[in-house]
């Protein structure tokens, strides 16, 4: 099957420690020439004093007013926000983290051709971005991704890993909001419908 070669970018953040219980990563996927947009969409909606999210930071009421006003500016047709509870325990702290970002990635990818009816082609020429931390630069993250994108499935698609500071993306600093929301699932504040149906965040 051919491979569909318009650049996507995967931003991809975490909430929690990697290997630890209710690690939760969340990823925002979309196509490269929608992300300015997105980003100015999110942006307008901040106070002008605003440099950077930080989830964990700000109170879940101000989060989920901000996601139900996002949900509903113009955000690009067939954009993903996934939310994906960490699986993996086996290796190192790094390669967990990767292993999650692996199978998160994959899941997103299926769910963005869905969204976007792309029935006849893979995707391909996937970009993926983290925040930059100690886990996702280490060898044994780099090693994990590298072989992941030789050979696991869907994955493949990603042509391209990078981490950069999340003050530097909004759709960074919102993939950060999207893995913290999983806190408010476990706090009894929200369940997995809601989320859907509020946010558009989908819950795996």
Known sequence: MARLNKKI????????TAGQPNFALGCVMLWARDAGRADKSLSDLLEPNVNELHAAGLQHEY??????????TETPN????????????????PQIYANDVV????????????????RDRN????????????QNTHPDF??????????????????????IDSAASR????ADVVAYARMWIRRGEENAEGLRQNYKIRIV
């Open 78 to 93: 067939g954009m993903v926000m996934l939310n994906r509870l960490g699986t993996s325990t086996v290796g190192t702290a």
């Open 103 to 118: 199978e998160a990635v994959k899941i997103a990818a299926k769910q963005f051709r869905d969204e976007n009816n792309i």
């Open 142 to 163: 780099m090693s994990a991704i590298a072989t992941a994108q030789k050979r696991d499935g869907r994955f493949r698609a990603v042509t391209h890993a990078t981490q």
């Open 171 to 174: 759709m960074l600093q919102l």
């Open 9 to 16: 970018l995967c931003f991809i953040d975490e909430c929690g």
């Open 63 to 72: 989060l989920q007013s901000l996601l139900a006003r996002f949900a509903q």
């Open 123 to 134: 995707i391909g020429n996937v970009e993926l971005i983290l925040d930059r931390n100690e």
